[in-house]
Protein backbone atom coordinates (compact mmCIF):
# COMPACT_ATOMS: atom_id res chain seq x y z
CA UNK A 1 0.00 0.00 0.00
CA UNK A 2 0.83 3.82 -0.34
CA UNK A 3 2.76 5.41 2.16
CA UNK A 4 -0.87 8.02 2.23
CA UNK A 5 -3.24 5.35 2.47
CA UNK A 6 -1.09 3.68 5.49
CA UNK A 7 -0.92 7.07 7.48
CA UNK A 8 -4.54 7.61 6.94
CA UNK A 9 -5.15 4.41 8.18
CA UNK A 10 -2.97 4.47 11.52
CA UNK A 11 -4.79 8.28 12.21
CA UNK A 12 -8.16 6.35 12.02
CA UNK A 13 -7.10 3.76 14.33
CA UNK A 14 -6.20 6.32 16.58
CA UNK A 15 -9.44 8.36 16.15
CA UNK A 16 -10.39 5.12 16.66
CA UNK A 17 -9.30 4.16 20.28
CA UNK A 18 -10.08 8.14 21.31
CA UNK A 19 -12.97 7.83 19.71
CA UNK A 20 -14.27 4.51 21.97
CA UNK A 21 -13.04 6.42 25.50
CA UNK A 22 -15.15 9.67 24.87
CA UNK A 23 -18.03 7.31 23.65
CA UNK A 24 -18.26 5.36 26.85
CA UNK A 25 -17.97 8.66 29.22
CA UNK A 26 -20.54 10.72 26.93
CA UNK A 27 -22.73 7.85 27.08
CA UNK A 28 -23.32 8.55 30.50
CA UNK A 29 -23.99 12.39 30.07
CA UNK A 30 -26.60 11.64 27.57
CA UNK A 31 -28.51 8.83 29.24
CA UNK A 32 -28.85 11.23 32.55
CA UNK A 33 -29.80 14.50 30.34
CA UNK A 34 -32.18 11.82 28.83
CA UNK A 35 -33.82 10.82 32.16
CA UNK A 36 -34.01 14.51 33.92
CA UNK A 37 -33.03 17.10 31.46
CA UNK A 38 -29.87 17.79 33.83
CA UNK A 39 -26.40 18.03 32.48
CA UNK A 40 -24.33 15.73 35.18
CA UNK A 41 -20.93 18.01 35.34
CA UNK A 42 -19.53 15.95 37.93
CA UNK A 43 -19.58 12.89 35.20
CA UNK A 44 -16.13 13.91 33.88
CA UNK A 45 -14.60 13.49 37.62
CA UNK A 46 -16.55 10.22 38.09
CA UNK A 47 -14.33 9.14 35.01
CA UNK A 48 -11.41 10.26 36.63
CA UNK A 49 -11.88 8.76 40.08
CA UNK A 50 -12.55 5.60 37.95
CA UNK A 51 -8.54 5.94 36.60
CA UNK A 52 -7.51 6.35 40.19
CA UNK A 53 -9.77 3.17 41.57
CA UNK A 54 -7.74 1.71 38.98
CA UNK A 55 -4.66 2.70 40.28
CA UNK A 56 -5.50 1.35 43.89
CA UNK A 57 -6.69 -1.86 42.86
CA UNK A 58 -3.81 -2.58 40.23
CA UNK A 59 -1.17 -1.35 42.56
CA UNK A 60 -1.91 -1.88 45.86
CA UNK A 61 -4.17 -4.94 45.73
CA UNK A 62 -2.28 -6.24 42.57
CA UNK A 63 -4.96 -7.26 40.95
CA UNK A 64 -5.25 -8.64 37.40
CA UNK A 65 -6.85 -6.77 34.28
CA UNK A 66 -10.46 -8.12 34.23
CA UNK A 67 -10.87 -8.20 37.99
CA UNK A 68 -9.47 -4.19 38.09
CA UNK A 69 -12.36 -3.34 35.60
CA UNK A 70 -15.32 -4.59 36.96
CA UNK A 71 -14.63 -3.61 40.44
CA UNK A 72 -13.39 -0.40 39.06
CA UNK A 73 -16.67 -0.44 37.13
CA UNK A 74 -18.72 -1.48 40.46
CA UNK A 75 -17.09 1.47 42.75
CA UNK A 76 -17.84 3.85 40.02
CA UNK A 77 -21.49 3.06 39.82
CA UNK A 78 -21.95 3.30 43.90
CA UNK A 79 -20.59 6.42 43.37
CA UNK A 80 -22.63 7.67 40.90
CA UNK A 81 -25.65 6.49 42.96
CA UNK A 82 -24.66 7.81 45.80
CA UNK A 83 -24.12 11.55 44.08
CA UNK A 84 -27.37 10.96 42.47
CA UNK A 85 -28.95 10.57 46.29
CA UNK A 86 -27.13 12.46 48.02
CA UNK A 87 -26.67 15.87 45.63
CA UNK A 88 -29.44 15.69 42.62
CA UNK A 89 -32.25 14.17 44.19
CA UNK A 90 -33.11 16.88 46.42
CA UNK A 91 -33.14 19.29 43.84
CA UNK A 92 -35.29 17.84 40.94
CA UNK A 93 -37.74 20.13 41.83
CA UNK A 94 -35.72 23.16 42.26
CA UNK A 95 -34.68 25.77 39.35
CA UNK A 96 -31.93 23.78 36.74
CA UNK A 97 -29.63 26.15 37.80
CA UNK A 98 -29.39 25.06 41.06
CA UNK A 99 -28.84 21.79 39.96
CA UNK A 100 -25.90 22.69 37.35
CA UNK A 101 -24.08 24.72 40.10
CA UNK A 102 -24.19 21.46 42.40
CA UNK A 103 -23.15 19.15 39.76
CA UNK A 104 -20.31 21.74 39.42
CA UNK A 105 -19.26 21.73 43.12
CA UNK A 106 -19.79 18.04 43.20
CA UNK A 107 -17.24 18.17 40.57
CA UNK A 108 -14.85 20.37 42.41
CA UNK A 109 -15.25 18.59 44.89
CA UNK A 110 -14.36 15.24 43.52
CA UNK A 111 -11.08 16.63 42.41
CA UNK A 112 -9.58 18.67 44.93
CA UNK A 113 -10.91 15.31 47.37
CA UNK A 114 -8.75 13.17 45.39
CA UNK A 115 -5.85 16.08 44.97
CA UNK A 116 -5.78 16.36 48.82
CA UNK A 117 -5.17 12.62 48.98
CA UNK A 118 -2.77 12.25 45.75
CA UNK A 119 -0.83 15.51 45.32
CA UNK A 120 1.40 14.13 42.65
CA UNK A 121 0.10 12.33 39.13
CA UNK A 122 0.20 8.80 39.44
CA UNK A 123 1.69 5.91 37.48
CA UNK A 124 -0.82 3.28 36.94
CA UNK A 125 1.16 -0.16 36.50
CA UNK A 126 1.04 -2.30 33.44
CA UNK A 127 -1.72 -4.21 33.58
CA UNK A 128 -1.77 -5.89 29.87
CA UNK A 129 1.64 -6.59 27.97
CA UNK A 130 1.18 -4.06 25.47
CA UNK A 131 2.57 -6.12 22.01
CA UNK A 132 2.20 -4.01 18.42
CA UNK A 133 1.72 -5.56 15.47
CA UNK A 134 2.87 -4.71 12.24
CA UNK A 135 0.33 -5.02 9.65
CA UNK A 136 0.93 -3.72 5.79
CA UNK A 137 2.87 -1.05 8.07
CA UNK A 138 0.05 0.18 9.90
CA UNK A 139 1.06 -0.50 13.55
CA UNK A 140 -1.98 -2.17 16.16
CA UNK A 141 -1.06 -2.49 19.57
CA UNK A 142 -2.80 -5.13 21.86
CA UNK A 143 -4.33 -2.10 23.97
CA UNK A 144 -5.38 -0.91 21.15
CA UNK A 145 -7.48 -3.50 20.20
CA UNK A 146 -8.53 -4.58 23.96
CA UNK A 147 -10.18 -0.89 23.81
CA UNK A 148 -11.87 -0.63 20.89
CA UNK A 149 -13.32 -3.92 21.34
CA UNK A 150 -14.38 -3.80 25.32
CA UNK A 151 -15.93 -0.59 23.88
CA UNK A 152 -17.90 -1.50 21.42
CA UNK A 153 -19.35 -4.23 23.76
CA UNK A 154 -20.03 -1.88 26.45
CA UNK A 155 -22.22 0.08 24.11
CA UNK A 156 -23.96 -2.90 22.17
CA UNK A 157 -24.89 -4.09 25.86
CA UNK A 158 -26.02 -1.05 27.13
CA UNK A 159 -28.06 -0.80 23.58
CA UNK A 160 -29.54 -3.73 24.68
CA UNK A 161 -30.64 -2.86 27.66
CA UNK A 162 -32.34 0.13 26.36
CA UNK A 163 -33.71 -0.98 23.62
CA UNK A 164 -34.80 -4.79 24.92
CA UNK A 165 -35.14 -4.76 28.69
CA UNK A 166 -37.98 -4.14 30.84
CA UNK A 167 -35.17 -1.67 32.41
CA UNK A 168 -34.91 0.02 29.74
CA UNK A 169 -37.95 0.26 28.38
CA UNK A 170 -38.68 1.96 31.74
CA UNK A 171 -35.53 4.45 31.13
CA UNK A 172 -37.07 5.40 27.63
CA UNK A 173 -40.41 5.98 29.72
CA UNK A 174 -39.26 8.51 31.82
CA UNK A 175 -37.17 10.28 29.22
CA UNK A 176 -40.39 10.25 27.41
CA UNK A 177 -43.06 11.78 30.33
CA UNK A 178 -42.14 12.07 33.73
CA UNK A 179 -45.68 12.91 35.29
CA UNK A 180 -47.51 9.65 33.74
CA UNK A 181 -45.01 7.59 34.17
CA UNK A 182 -44.81 6.50 37.91
CA UNK A 183 -48.72 6.70 37.93
CA UNK A 184 -48.17 3.33 35.34
CA UNK A 185 -46.42 1.94 38.71
CA UNK A 186 -42.75 2.41 37.13
CA UNK A 187 -40.32 2.86 40.15
CA UNK A 188 -39.01 6.31 38.97
CA UNK A 189 -36.04 6.63 41.78
CA UNK A 190 -34.96 3.41 41.31
CA UNK A 191 -34.74 3.36 37.60
CA UNK A 192 -32.97 6.84 37.82
CA UNK A 193 -30.36 5.46 40.12
CA UNK A 194 -29.70 2.47 38.12
CA UNK A 195 -29.29 5.27 35.07
CA UNK A 196 -26.58 6.87 37.17
CA UNK A 197 -24.78 3.13 38.29
CA UNK A 198 -25.03 2.37 34.66
CA UNK A 199 -23.54 6.01 33.23
CA UNK A 200 -20.78 5.99 36.08
CA UNK A 201 -20.08 2.41 35.63
CA UNK A 202 -19.33 2.94 31.67
CA UNK A 203 -17.70 6.00 33.34
CA UNK A 204 -15.23 3.87 35.23
CA UNK A 205 -14.68 1.40 32.22
CA UNK A 206 -13.45 4.45 30.03
CA UNK A 207 -11.12 5.82 33.11
CA UNK A 208 -9.61 2.50 33.29
CA UNK A 209 -8.65 1.80 29.14
CA UNK A 210 -7.77 5.81 29.60
CA UNK A 211 -4.65 4.45 32.64
CA UNK A 212 -4.10 1.56 29.87
CA UNK A 213 -3.29 3.70 27.28
CA UNK A 214 -2.03 6.71 29.00
CA UNK A 215 -0.37 5.75 32.24
CA UNK A 216 0.01 8.61 34.29
CA UNK A 217 -2.84 9.77 35.86
CA UNK A 218 -3.89 12.92 37.59
CA UNK A 219 -6.84 14.93 39.38
CA UNK A 220 -7.49 17.10 36.73
CA UNK A 221 -7.47 14.74 34.16
CA UNK A 222 -11.21 14.25 34.10
CA UNK A 223 -12.06 17.96 33.55
CA UNK A 224 -11.07 18.21 29.79
CA UNK A 225 -11.73 14.36 28.85
CA UNK A 226 -15.32 15.11 30.67
CA UNK A 227 -15.84 18.10 28.83
CA UNK A 228 -14.69 16.97 25.34
CA UNK A 229 -17.26 13.63 25.77
CA UNK A 230 -19.96 16.40 26.67
CA UNK A 231 -19.02 17.99 23.70
CA UNK A 232 -19.64 13.88 21.71
CA UNK A 233 -23.46 13.83 23.25
CA UNK A 234 -24.01 17.40 22.16
CA UNK A 235 -22.69 17.28 18.92
CA UNK A 236 -24.56 13.60 18.56
CA UNK A 237 -28.03 15.01 19.71
CA UNK A 238 -28.17 14.75 23.79
CA UNK A 239 -30.37 12.36 25.11
CA UNK A 240 -29.96 10.32 22.27
CA UNK A 241 -27.70 6.97 22.70
CA UNK A 242 -26.63 6.27 19.23
CA UNK A 243 -26.15 9.99 18.61
CA UNK A 244 -23.43 9.54 21.53
CA UNK A 245 -21.49 7.17 19.86
CA UNK A 246 -21.72 9.01 16.66
CA UNK A 247 -20.72 12.31 18.24
CA UNK A 248 -17.77 10.32 20.21
CA UNK A 249 -16.22 9.17 16.93
CA UNK A 250 -16.84 12.52 15.13
CA UNK A 251 -14.84 14.11 17.44
CA UNK A 252 -12.04 11.80 17.98
CA UNK A 253 -11.46 12.27 14.33
CA UNK A 254 -11.67 15.67 14.28
CA UNK A 255 -8.75 15.66 17.14
CA UNK A 256 -7.19 13.52 15.73
CA UNK A 257 -7.10 15.04 12.02
CA UNK A 258 -6.16 18.40 14.06
CA UNK A 259 -3.20 17.23 15.89
CA UNK A 260 -1.91 15.82 12.57
CA UNK A 261 -2.36 18.82 10.35
CA UNK A 262 -1.91 21.89 13.50
CA UNK A 263 -0.21 22.28 16.42
CA UNK A 264 -1.28 20.25 19.00
CA UNK A 265 -2.02 22.99 21.58
CA UNK A 266 -4.94 23.46 18.81
CA UNK A 267 -6.72 20.63 19.82
CA UNK A 268 -9.13 22.21 22.27
CA UNK A 269 -9.87 25.28 20.31
CA UNK A 270 -10.93 23.55 17.35
CA UNK A 271 -13.21 21.31 19.56
CA UNK A 272 -14.82 23.79 21.11
CA UNK A 273 -15.23 25.85 18.72
CA UNK A 274 -17.12 22.90 16.71
CA UNK A 275 -19.22 22.76 19.37
CA UNK A 276 -19.86 26.41 19.73
CA UNK A 277 -21.03 26.57 15.98
CA UNK A 278 -22.86 23.30 16.07
CA UNK A 279 -24.93 24.70 19.40
CA UNK A 280 -26.24 27.95 17.24
CA UNK A 281 -26.69 26.31 14.19
CA UNK A 282 -27.93 22.73 15.57
CA UNK A 283 -28.91 22.36 19.12
CA UNK A 284 -30.41 19.38 19.34
CA UNK A 285 -27.49 17.45 17.14
CA UNK A 286 -26.80 14.82 14.84
CA UNK A 287 -29.57 12.80 15.43
CA UNK A 288 -31.65 14.75 18.09
CA UNK A 289 -34.95 16.39 17.12
CA UNK A 290 -35.86 20.03 18.04
CA UNK A 291 -37.57 20.51 20.64
CA UNK A 292 -40.60 22.59 20.54
CA UNK A 293 -41.23 25.32 23.09
CA UNK A 294 -45.30 26.02 24.52
CA UNK A 295 -45.92 28.81 25.92
CA UNK B 1 -33.63 41.91 68.75
CA UNK B 2 -32.52 41.37 65.40
CA UNK B 3 -35.56 42.57 63.91
CA UNK B 4 -35.75 45.87 65.87
CA UNK B 5 -32.07 46.54 64.91
CA UNK B 6 -32.54 45.99 61.05
CA UNK B 7 -35.14 47.94 61.40
CA UNK B 8 -33.30 50.92 62.73
CA UNK B 9 -30.81 50.01 59.97
CA UNK B 10 -33.40 50.44 57.35
CA UNK B 11 -34.56 53.65 58.91
CA UNK B 12 -31.01 55.11 59.27
CA UNK B 13 -30.58 54.04 55.48
CA UNK B 14 -33.85 56.33 54.83
CA UNK B 15 -31.88 59.18 54.86
CA UNK B 16 -30.56 60.82 51.44
CA UNK B 17 -27.64 62.13 53.15
CA UNK B 18 -25.93 58.63 54.37
CA UNK B 19 -24.82 56.73 50.98
CA UNK B 20 -22.84 60.04 49.87
CA UNK B 21 -21.44 60.62 53.37
CA UNK B 22 -20.38 56.76 53.33
CA UNK B 23 -18.78 57.02 50.04
CA UNK B 24 -17.39 60.05 51.19
CA UNK B 25 -15.42 58.17 54.03
CA UNK B 26 -14.80 55.01 52.06
CA UNK B 27 -12.81 56.70 49.46
CA UNK B 28 -11.20 58.77 52.41
CA UNK B 29 -10.14 55.75 53.82
CA UNK B 30 -8.68 54.18 51.11
CA UNK B 31 -6.05 56.56 50.83
CA UNK B 32 -6.04 56.62 54.50
CA UNK B 33 -5.43 53.20 54.76
CA UNK B 34 -2.78 52.59 52.66
CA UNK B 35 -0.71 56.11 53.46
CA UNK B 36 -0.85 55.66 57.29
CA UNK B 37 -0.71 51.74 57.35
CA UNK B 38 -3.62 51.48 59.32
CA UNK B 39 -3.94 47.89 58.21
CA UNK B 40 -0.94 45.37 57.38
CA UNK B 41 -0.24 44.83 53.96
CA UNK B 42 -1.50 41.46 54.10
CA UNK B 43 -5.03 43.22 55.07
CA UNK B 44 -5.05 45.80 52.54
CA UNK B 45 -4.40 43.06 49.91
CA UNK B 46 -7.31 41.05 51.03
CA UNK B 47 -9.30 44.18 51.08
CA UNK B 48 -8.65 45.39 47.35
CA UNK B 49 -9.06 41.58 46.57
CA UNK B 50 -12.81 42.16 48.23
CA UNK B 51 -13.31 45.13 45.94
CA UNK B 52 -12.47 43.11 42.54
CA UNK B 53 -14.64 40.24 43.84
CA UNK B 54 -17.83 42.56 44.47
CA UNK B 55 -16.98 44.27 41.17
CA UNK B 56 -17.25 40.09 39.63
CA UNK B 57 -20.15 39.06 41.97
CA UNK B 58 -22.28 41.91 41.20
CA UNK B 59 -22.05 41.75 36.92
CA UNK B 60 -22.29 37.86 37.52
CA UNK B 61 -25.32 38.38 39.26
CA UNK B 62 -27.07 40.68 36.34
CA UNK B 63 -26.75 37.58 33.82
CA UNK B 64 -27.22 35.29 36.27
CA UNK B 65 -29.45 36.12 38.82
CA UNK B 66 -31.62 39.26 37.11
CA UNK B 67 -32.14 37.83 33.49
CA UNK B 68 -32.09 34.43 34.90
CA UNK B 69 -29.50 33.49 32.80
CA UNK B 70 -26.88 30.95 32.91
CA UNK B 71 -23.16 31.92 31.69
CA UNK B 72 -20.33 30.47 33.16
CA UNK B 73 -17.91 33.16 30.68
CA UNK B 74 -16.87 35.48 33.15
CA UNK B 75 -12.97 33.94 33.47
CA UNK B 76 -12.65 34.51 30.10
CA UNK B 77 -14.11 38.10 30.14
CA UNK B 78 -12.15 38.60 33.09
CA UNK B 79 -8.79 37.58 31.11
CA UNK B 80 -10.08 39.62 27.89
CA UNK B 81 -9.85 42.65 30.06
CA UNK B 82 -6.51 41.81 32.09
CA UNK B 83 -4.64 41.12 28.86
CA UNK B 84 -5.63 43.99 27.24
CA UNK B 85 -4.99 46.16 30.03
CA UNK B 86 -1.88 44.68 30.98
CA UNK B 87 -0.39 44.47 26.63
CA UNK B 88 -1.32 48.50 26.65
CA UNK B 89 0.27 49.10 30.48
CA UNK B 90 3.26 47.29 29.57
CA UNK B 91 4.32 47.92 25.46
CA UNK B 92 1.80 50.91 24.95
CA UNK B 93 1.21 53.42 27.06
CA UNK B 94 3.67 55.33 28.98
CA UNK B 95 2.37 54.81 32.47
CA UNK B 96 5.56 54.79 34.39
CA UNK B 97 5.12 58.54 33.50
CA UNK B 98 1.60 59.63 33.87
CA UNK B 99 0.17 57.03 36.16
CA UNK B 100 -3.41 58.63 34.78
CA UNK B 101 -3.43 56.78 31.70
CA UNK B 102 -3.69 53.74 34.14
CA UNK B 103 -7.89 54.00 34.41
CA UNK B 104 -7.39 54.35 30.71
CA UNK B 105 -6.35 51.20 29.87
CA UNK B 106 -8.56 49.67 32.82
CA UNK B 107 -11.47 51.02 30.85
CA UNK B 108 -10.32 49.72 27.91
CA UNK B 109 -9.55 46.16 28.74
CA UNK B 110 -13.50 46.99 30.07
CA UNK B 111 -14.34 47.76 26.78
CA UNK B 112 -12.47 44.59 24.95
CA UNK B 113 -14.11 42.63 27.08
CA UNK B 114 -17.72 43.96 26.54
CA UNK B 115 -17.31 43.61 22.85
CA UNK B 116 -16.64 40.39 23.32
CA UNK B 117 -19.26 40.25 25.41
CA UNK B 118 -21.84 40.87 22.40
CA UNK B 119 -20.46 37.52 20.93
CA UNK B 120 -22.18 35.47 23.89
CA UNK B 121 -25.31 38.08 23.82
CA UNK B 122 -26.11 36.39 20.22
CA UNK B 123 -26.29 32.74 21.01
CA UNK B 124 -28.41 33.79 23.90
CA UNK B 125 -31.00 35.13 21.45
CA UNK B 126 -31.47 31.32 20.54
CA UNK B 127 -30.77 29.04 23.86
CA UNK B 128 -31.55 29.32 27.17
CA UNK B 129 -30.42 27.20 30.41
CA UNK B 130 -28.69 24.25 29.64
CA UNK B 131 -27.16 25.12 26.60
CA UNK B 132 -26.19 28.77 27.26
CA UNK B 133 -24.14 27.65 29.98
CA UNK B 134 -22.31 25.15 27.44
CA UNK B 135 -22.23 27.81 24.87
CA UNK B 136 -20.56 30.76 27.73
CA UNK B 137 -18.15 27.05 28.60
CA UNK B 138 -16.90 26.46 25.01
CA UNK B 139 -16.50 30.82 25.12
CA UNK B 140 -14.02 30.44 27.80
CA UNK B 141 -12.16 27.40 26.55
CA UNK B 142 -12.10 28.93 23.16
CA UNK B 143 -10.53 32.28 24.50
CA UNK B 144 -7.69 30.31 26.84
CA UNK B 145 -6.79 28.15 23.91
CA UNK B 146 -6.13 31.64 22.04
CA UNK B 147 -4.24 33.07 24.99
CA UNK B 148 -2.11 29.77 25.25
CA UNK B 149 -1.73 30.03 21.14
CA UNK B 150 -0.48 33.49 21.15
CA UNK B 151 3.04 34.27 21.61
CA UNK B 152 3.20 37.38 21.65
CA UNK B 153 0.33 36.94 24.78
CA UNK B 154 2.95 35.42 26.54
CA UNK B 155 1.76 31.67 25.32
CA UNK B 156 0.31 29.40 28.20
CA UNK B 157 3.72 30.62 30.96
CA UNK B 158 1.80 34.08 31.21
CA UNK B 159 2.88 37.30 31.37
CA UNK B 160 5.19 37.97 34.59
CA UNK B 161 6.88 41.34 35.89
CA UNK B 162 3.32 43.62 35.20
CA UNK B 163 3.21 46.83 37.55
CA UNK B 164 1.54 46.59 40.44
CA UNK B 165 -0.81 49.78 39.52
CA UNK B 166 -3.84 49.12 41.07
CA UNK B 167 -3.94 50.96 44.69
CA UNK B 168 -6.63 51.32 46.89
CA UNK B 169 -8.06 54.21 46.06
CA UNK B 170 -8.84 53.23 42.47
CA UNK B 171 -10.18 49.01 43.44
CA UNK B 172 -12.47 51.69 45.31
CA UNK B 173 -13.31 54.55 42.63
CA UNK B 174 -14.01 51.37 40.16
CA UNK B 175 -15.92 49.05 42.48
CA UNK B 176 -17.94 52.28 43.54
CA UNK B 177 -18.50 53.50 39.76
CA UNK B 178 -19.96 50.10 38.41
CA UNK B 179 -22.30 49.32 41.42
CA UNK B 180 -23.76 52.58 41.01
CA UNK B 181 -23.88 51.78 37.11
CA UNK B 182 -25.45 48.29 37.53
CA UNK B 183 -28.05 49.19 40.52
CA UNK B 184 -28.70 52.52 37.66
CA UNK B 185 -29.26 50.04 34.87
CA UNK B 186 -31.16 47.32 37.30
CA UNK B 187 -33.78 49.63 38.70
CA UNK B 188 -34.16 51.28 35.13
CA UNK B 189 -36.62 50.50 32.38
CA UNK B 190 -34.28 48.41 31.29
CA UNK B 191 -33.85 46.48 34.33
CA UNK B 192 -37.16 45.96 34.46
CA UNK B 193 -37.10 44.21 31.15
CA UNK B 194 -34.20 42.18 32.52
CA UNK B 195 -36.39 40.78 35.14
CA UNK B 196 -38.99 40.23 32.72
CA UNK B 197 -37.11 37.66 30.70
CA UNK B 198 -36.42 36.20 33.98
CA UNK B 199 -40.45 35.39 34.43
CA UNK B 200 -41.13 34.88 31.05
CA UNK B 201 -39.23 35.54 28.13
CA UNK B 202 -41.66 34.93 25.56
CA UNK B 203 -44.53 36.48 27.19
CA UNK B 204 -41.86 40.06 27.81
CA UNK B 205 -41.34 39.82 24.25
CA UNK B 206 -45.13 40.32 23.86
CA UNK B 207 -45.17 42.51 26.16
CA UNK B 208 -43.23 44.60 23.66
CA UNK B 209 -39.77 44.07 25.99
CA UNK B 210 -37.36 44.01 22.68
CA UNK B 211 -35.59 40.98 24.02
CA UNK B 212 -32.45 41.32 21.82
CA UNK B 213 -31.22 44.68 22.76
CA UNK B 214 -32.12 44.46 26.65
CA UNK B 215 -29.99 41.14 26.20
CA UNK B 216 -27.38 42.92 24.15
CA UNK B 217 -27.00 45.54 26.73
CA UNK B 218 -27.43 43.52 29.90
CA UNK B 219 -24.34 40.83 28.67
CA UNK B 220 -22.27 43.98 27.40
CA UNK B 221 -22.66 46.11 30.87
CA UNK B 222 -21.69 42.29 32.72
CA UNK B 223 -18.94 41.61 30.57
CA UNK B 224 -17.33 45.30 30.64
CA UNK B 225 -17.41 45.13 34.44
CA UNK B 226 -15.67 41.67 34.05
CA UNK B 227 -13.34 42.81 31.81
CA UNK B 228 -12.44 46.31 34.77
CA UNK B 229 -12.17 43.45 37.38
CA UNK B 230 -9.95 41.58 35.18
CA UNK B 231 -7.72 45.04 34.08
CA UNK B 232 -7.53 45.99 38.49
CA UNK B 233 -7.02 41.80 39.31
CA UNK B 234 -4.07 41.65 36.71
CA UNK B 235 -2.53 44.86 38.31
CA UNK B 236 -2.62 43.36 41.65
CA UNK B 237 -1.17 40.07 40.99
CA UNK B 238 1.76 41.55 38.55
CA UNK B 239 1.27 37.84 36.94
CA UNK B 240 -1.26 36.50 34.47
CA UNK B 241 -1.13 33.22 32.91
CA UNK B 242 -4.46 31.59 31.26
CA UNK B 243 -4.46 29.12 34.04
CA UNK B 244 -5.23 31.89 36.53
CA UNK B 245 -8.76 32.36 34.34
CA UNK B 246 -10.17 29.00 33.86
CA UNK B 247 -13.64 27.76 34.90
CA UNK B 248 -12.34 27.20 38.24
CA UNK B 249 -12.70 31.25 38.17
CA UNK B 250 -16.00 31.14 36.96
CA UNK B 251 -16.96 28.80 39.88
CA UNK B 252 -15.64 31.12 42.34
CA UNK B 253 -17.79 34.10 40.83
CA UNK B 254 -20.93 31.84 40.79
CA UNK B 255 -20.28 30.68 44.35
CA UNK B 256 -20.07 34.36 45.39
CA UNK B 257 -23.19 35.07 43.28
CA UNK B 258 -25.40 32.00 45.00
CA UNK B 259 -24.34 32.44 48.27
CA UNK B 260 -25.03 35.95 48.13
CA UNK B 261 -28.12 35.36 46.93
CA UNK B 262 -29.48 35.82 43.25
CA UNK B 263 -30.86 39.08 42.06
CA UNK B 264 -29.40 40.98 45.22
CA UNK B 265 -26.92 43.77 44.73
CA UNK B 266 -26.11 43.93 47.92
CA UNK B 267 -26.28 40.22 48.26
CA UNK B 268 -23.27 39.97 45.56
CA UNK B 269 -21.59 42.39 47.94
CA UNK B 270 -21.90 40.26 50.97
CA UNK B 271 -21.33 37.35 48.85
CA UNK B 272 -18.24 37.97 47.67
CA UNK B 273 -16.95 39.58 50.96
CA UNK B 274 -17.91 36.14 52.87
CA UNK B 275 -16.24 34.09 50.47
CA UNK B 276 -12.93 36.24 49.64
CA UNK B 277 -12.21 36.43 54.03
CA UNK B 278 -13.77 32.66 54.03
CA UNK B 279 -10.79 31.67 51.85
CA UNK B 280 -8.43 33.57 53.61
CA UNK B 281 -9.38 32.52 56.97
CA UNK B 282 -9.01 28.97 55.66
CA UNK B 283 -5.24 29.61 54.95
CA UNK B 284 -2.72 27.60 57.51
CA UNK B 285 -0.92 30.91 58.27
CA UNK B 286 -4.05 33.18 59.00
CA UNK B 287 -5.55 30.25 60.90
CA UNK B 288 -3.09 29.68 62.96
CA UNK B 289 -2.57 33.41 63.38
CA UNK B 290 -6.23 33.84 64.18
CA UNK B 291 -6.24 31.13 66.84
CA UNK B 292 -2.88 31.79 68.19
CA UNK B 293 -4.40 33.58 71.57
CA UNK B 294 -5.58 30.34 72.35
CA UNK B 295 -3.50 28.52 75.26
CA UNK B 296 -0.92 26.28 73.89
CA UNK B 297 -2.47 23.08 75.54
CA UNK B 298 -5.38 23.99 73.14
CA UNK B 299 -3.39 25.36 70.11
CA UNK B 300 -0.49 22.59 69.64
CA UNK B 301 -2.72 19.53 69.09
CA UNK B 302 -4.84 22.00 66.70
CA UNK B 303 -2.05 23.11 64.78
CA UNK B 304 -0.61 19.83 64.48
CA UNK B 305 -3.54 18.23 63.41
CA UNK B 306 -5.67 20.48 61.88
CA UNK B 307 -4.34 23.75 60.63
CA UNK B 308 -1.53 22.16 59.05
CA UNK B 309 -3.47 20.56 56.73
CA UNK B 310 -6.21 23.00 55.54
CA UNK B 311 -4.17 24.18 52.87
CA UNK B 312 -5.08 20.93 50.98
CA UNK B 313 -8.34 20.45 52.25
CA UNK B 314 -9.58 24.37 51.85
CA UNK B 315 -10.01 23.58 48.31
CA UNK B 316 -12.41 20.71 49.64
CA UNK B 317 -14.25 22.49 52.09
CA UNK B 318 -15.62 25.17 49.20
CA UNK B 319 -17.33 23.42 47.06
CA UNK B 320 -18.83 21.23 49.96
CA UNK B 321 -20.04 24.53 50.90
CA UNK B 322 -21.47 25.38 48.03
CA UNK B 323 -23.48 22.46 48.19
CA UNK B 324 -24.38 22.83 51.02
CA UNK B 325 -25.81 26.11 50.40
CA UNK B 326 -27.67 24.83 47.32
CA UNK B 327 -29.09 21.93 48.85
CA UNK B 328 -30.47 23.86 51.99
CA UNK B 329 -30.48 27.56 51.56
CA UNK B 330 -30.90 27.82 47.77
CA UNK B 331 -31.63 31.89 47.67
CA UNK B 332 -28.69 32.70 49.66
CA UNK B 333 -28.05 35.53 52.20
CA UNK B 334 -30.76 37.69 50.52
CA UNK B 335 -32.01 36.59 47.56
CA UNK B 336 -34.84 38.49 45.59
CA UNK B 337 -33.93 41.13 48.50
CA UNK B 338 -32.47 44.49 48.76
CA UNK B 339 -30.36 46.16 51.14
CA UNK B 340 -32.86 49.63 51.37
CA UNK B 341 -29.79 52.41 50.48
CA UNK B 342 -29.50 50.63 47.07
CA UNK B 343 -33.06 50.73 46.44
CA UNK B 344 -34.21 54.74 44.84
CA UNK B 345 -37.17 56.53 46.44
CA UNK B 346 -39.34 55.99 43.50
CA UNK B 347 -38.75 52.14 43.79
CA UNK B 348 -38.98 51.90 47.87
CA UNK B 349 -43.03 51.28 47.91
CA UNK B 350 -43.04 48.28 45.84
CA UNK B 351 -40.49 46.54 48.01
CA UNK B 352 -42.57 45.48 51.35
CA UNK B 353 -40.81 42.46 51.57
CA UNK B 354 -37.72 43.90 52.82
Known amino acids: MSEGIIYWLQQALNAFQLGSIYALIALGYTMVYGILTMINFAHGDVFMIGAFFCFLLSSLLGLSFIPTLLLTMLGTALLGVMIERLAYKPLRQAPKVSAIITALGVGMFLENFTLALAPYPKQVPLLLENVTWDVYGISISSIQIVIISLSLLLMLLLDYIVQRTSIGMAMRAISWDKTIVPLMGIPVDLIISITFAIGAGLAGAAGTMYALAYPVIDPYMGVMVGWKAFICAVVGGIGNIRGAMIGAFILGTVEIMVVAFLPSTFRDFVAFTLLMLLIMIRPYGILGKPRIQKV | ?354
Open chain 2, 1 to 354: MSVLLIKQWNSLLENDWLVPVLLTLGFGLSFAIPEYNLFSVYVQLIMMYIGINIILAVSLNLVNGYMGEFSLAHAGFMAVGAYSSVLLTMKVLPVADYPLLFPCAVFIGGVVAALLGMIIAVPSFKVRGDYLAIITLAFLMIVKSMIENIDFMGGPRGIPGIMKLTTMPWVFFWTATLVWIVRNFVFSKYGRAVMAIREDEIASDLMSVDTKKVKFFAFMLSSFCAGIAGALFAHLLQFISPRIFDITKSTDILIMVYLGGIASLGGSILGATIYTVLLEILRPSTMAALLSWLPSFMFDPLQAHLITHLGTWRMVIMPLALIMVMLYWPRGVMGLREFRGFIPRAHKQAHHHN
